[in-house]
Every structure is written in structure tokens, then in C-alpha cells.
């Protein structure tokens, strides 16, 4: 269940870059996440799933990062030069939940 | 791109108590990260996309935790049991790829 | 503050193949915690305090790794064969807070 | 071992508001650490030693934590708007090792 501020953000107004490539990324995520579940549908060896696992949670934390990044480079750095306090608080609860 | 041996292993043997409840939630993870792409397709808010990201990735990992603890009291210690140490060395390699 | 079961457990009869190596990891982090301590009182550079909070961080992973996986080869399969079924819960719990 | 770049960098001009939260939380993690160490010599259960382990790790994370966010909000805006680049560039490689 996703829950999302409907509120205008200043952020629509940033391009960015790497938005192909997280699309790209999350596709290729959610097809080894069909086939890890095939895996398990089919018995096969649990610590071959567990390692196959690893490797979706391995990837999604990869693209988290590129999104991190990107987003510090060109949302944050701008909102806070036009006084946007509201996007560095959104990033630092970002920052908590993202980074366990 | 999944590597699997072949090889019969006698894991076929042990019945998996968790299967279902694991490939349920393997089922909320991929719509999950479904909706997730679709926001990042729709351009919402990067800490919003991080949030939600965080909440497949953390839902990943507790099924891994699932499969890991099922697999050692039922698989692992039967095979151990009947001298089966290839068991024990891939419970291994899957905790190394797991555990970051 | 560590709460710990005064409890005798079957768990002192199996001798640990791994302690000497943990106690050097021990250690050797301890000392490199101690260092990054430093780096911040000299004010260095976040960037790289955060590069090596992230080394020792990877080396106590690392370290609960090798205490799990002798674990559950020498500690688990021992006192499930004995039926200590409490072994296995307190296992449960150990994976449930090591595995974020 | 630590390797750190003596080039004097911009970030000596930045006051960084959590430095006395991040020395205790750093003070407070070696010595649970240390604590840790001796349940090891005394050999106490490893499920116990791994709970504990656990939330050493737990706590250097969100001093990390503390740390990556008051670099972003004082060091990283203030470096961009002077047009140093390498403070990004030093920030995303912190971000690629800090985040597994």
C-alpha cells in the first residue's frame, strides 16, 4: 500500500537524469523476482533461492543508490538554494528508511 | 541470468513448512516494485520513490530470513545428519551472498 | 547494557573452531572504531569518515558471519540432535536482529 | 588501515553540528564492542554474542546515518554553490561503500 503526499513539489521541476536506467534496473529486478519465485514454486535448493534473493536485494539496493544520488546532486542542492526545507527533510527520512 | 546445478539433491526429500507464506510474499514483492516503477515513471517525488523502494528491499530480506531459518531446522540438519556436507558448504555460500 | 540468561546451556560443552580468528576481528575493529573516532575529532573530511565507519561496519558483518556459520555446523545440529529445541528459537532470534 | 588525502579541502570551513553526538555514540560502540569481545573469551552462547554484535552494527549505522545527513545539509550544499565538484564526487563514493 503506497501512500503519497498528492501536495505540488517544487521536485517536478528537476529533470532527471538517470531515469531510464532506474526503469531499466526495476524491470530487470522485477523479472528475477518472477523467476526466484518460480524457483520456489519448483522445490528447488532453498540456498539456491536464498543466493538468487540476494542478488534482487543486491540489485534494488544499487538502484536505490543511483536514485540517492541523483537526487542530492539535483533535487536537493537545488531546493535548499530556494529556501525548500521541506525536500531536505523528506531526503533525511529517505536517508533512515533506505539505510538499514 | 540463474546458474542452478542440476545435480538431484536430496533437499527434494524435505517438505518446505513455508513454502506458501513465502511465495505470497514474493507475490506483494513484485507488485510492490511494480507501483514503484510506475512512480518513478511518473516522475513522484525521488525520497517518496526511496521510501517505498526501502519497503520492497526490507520485505526481500525477511523472506530470505524465512527460507534461511526453514532450510536449517528442516533441511540442513537432516542432511547433516546423513552425512550430506555439500548441504552445510552451500547453507554457507547462500549466508555469505545474504548477509551483507 | 547486554541481558544475558544466566542459564547453564548445553551450548558450553561444543568447542568453538572460530574463536581465536573472532577475537582477532574483534579486536582489530575495535582499534579501527577507535581511529575513525579520531578522524572526526581532527574534523576530517565526512566523506572519508564515512568510508571507513562502512570498513568496520564489512568487518563486523563479516565477524557475525563466521559466528553464525560455526553456530549453526557445531552448536545447532548438536543440540537438535540432543532435542534442545531452545537452541533453535534463540538461533531464530539471533538471525531475526542480525539480518537487517 | 587508513588512507586519507591530506589536500586541505573547503570542509574545514564547515561547522558540523553533530560532532559531539557522533564521539559519544562512537565512544559508546567501542565499548559495547569491547563487552562483546569478552562474551567471546568467556565463550557465551553465540546466539547471545550475534544479538549483541547485532546491535553494535545497528548503532555505527545510524551514527552513519547522523553523519551522511549533516554532511549533505552543511558540507555539500555550501561546496556545490562554490563550485566544488569533488565534494559530490567524494560524497557519492562514501554513498556507494556506506549503503550495502
Request: charged share 25%; net charge negative; glycine share 4%.
Amino acid at each position: 500500500m503506497i501512500i503519497m503526499s498528492e501536495k505540488v513539489h517544487s521536485h517536478q521541476h528537476h529533470h532527471h537524469h538517470h531515469t531510464k536506467a532506474v526503469l531499466n534496473r526495476l524491470s530487470r529486478a522485477i523479472g528475477h523476482l518472477e523467476s526466484v519465485k518460480r524457483m520456489v514454486e519448483e522445490e528447488k535448493d532453498c540456498s539456491e533461492v536464498l543466493i538468487q534473493l540476494s542478488a534482487v536485494i543486491a540489485a534494488l539496493n544499487n538502484t536505490g543508490k543511483v536514485i540517492l544520488k541523483d537526487h542530492i546532486e539535483h533535487c536537493i542542492v537545488d531546493a535548499w538554494d530556494h529556501g525548500n526545507e521541506e525536500a531536505m527533510e523528506n531526503l533525511h527520512k529517505a536517508i533512515d528508511r533506505f539505510i538499514k
